[in-house]
């Protein structure tokens, strides 16, 4: 079976760190960018990062991420992750990761994963 899945969403309290993972089942993702994406309550879906097949370009929504995010990928482990610092607030939201085809340019997605629920709260 074909699939991506997060994991590693949770309860955190504001300043605290997650790592998110993002493991594909049936594909490889050698061949992908890999994007991650959040969707807040009530607002859309957005892009926050995105890393290239060979690992060697890594992207950021500056606005969001602000230097507090960093994505890496084990393609040993077939895994992408996301670890996220300094956590607000406004971070809680679902975040979803996705396979890109065209390599983090041109947002050409064919799998997506069902999302993990990071919840930042005192």
């Known amino acids: 079976q074909v699939q991506l899945v997060e994991s590693g969403g949770g309860l955190v309290q504001p300043g605290g760190s997650l790592r998110l993972s993002c493991a594909a089942s049936?594909?490889?993702?050698?061949?992908?960018?890999i994007g991650w994406f959040r969707q807040a309550p009530g607002k859309e879906r957005v892009g926050i990062s995105c890393?290239?097949?060979?690992?060697?370009?890594?992207?950021y929504v500056d606005s969001v991420v602000k230097g507090r995010f960093a994505i890496s990928r084990d393609d040993a482990k077939n895994t992408v992750y996301l670890q996220m610092n300094s956590l607000k607030l406004e971070d809680t939201a679902v975040y979803y990761c996705?396979?890109?085809?065209?390599?983090?340019?041109?947002?050409?997605?064919?799998?997506w994963g069902q999302g993990t629920q990071v919840t930042v709260s005192s």
């Open positions: 049936g594909f490889s993702l050698d061949y992908y960018g």
């Open positions: 996705a396979a890109d085809r065209r390599d983090c340019h041109g947002d050409e997605y064919a799998y």
């Open positions: 890393i290239s097949s060979n690992g060697e370009s890594s992207y």
